[in-house]
């Protein structure tokens, strides 16, 4: 297995993160990491999507787990690994917010494909969070 987790802490309000998060069709205007994205239904267990990042092939990914208001969960399954995102939201405390983006790899090629892949897929989570956060702090 290959973990990683990122975290940032901001005054802006659980469900206002919220709402760019269940908002995907809006993801590329905050989140460079994202060309282009094809949303197969509501931001609901089970729904396919399809994002592009800039200059790279499209990935075909599914939500899997949502907890409204707290955490959403996509991955990504390649048959010998499975890239699972979680995004969540704490309250460390009264009137701050901590998001959090964690990704594993998991799966009989977790070992050989985690080093190499994680790092590339979770290079981004400081830009990605501080533009979310921006978003939802303005």
Same mark, same amino acid.
């Given at each position: 297995m290959w973990e990683y987790e990122y975290s940032v802490e901001t005054t802006a309000a659980p469900d206002t993160l919220w709402r760019h998060w269940s908002d995907m069709a809006a993801w590329p205007?905050?989140?460079?990491?994202?060309e282009k994205i094809e949303i197969d239904g509501p931001?609901?267990?089970? @729904?396919?999507?399809?994002? @592009?990042?800039p200059g790279d092939d499209p990935i075909r990914m599914r939500i899997t787990e949502i907890v409204r208001g707290e955490l959403f969960v996509d991955e990504m399954d390649a048959g010998d690994f499975v890239v699972r995102t979680v995004h969540r939201l704490e309250r460390p405390q009264e009137g701050r917010t901590?998001?959090?983006?964690?990704?594993e790899i998991t799966g009989p090629a977790a070992?050989?494909?985690?080093?190499?892949?994680?790092?590339?897929?979770?290079?981004d989570f400081p830009?990605?969070?501080?533009?979310?956060?921006k978003l939802a702090e303005g």
């Open positions: 205007r905050w989140n460079d990491g994202i931001f609901a267990v089970g @729904t396919g999507f399809t994002m @592009t990042p901590r998001v959090v983006y964690r990704t070992d050989q494909v985690g080093p190499e892949l994680g790092p590339a897929i979770t290079a830009e990605v969070v501080a533009a979310l956060v």
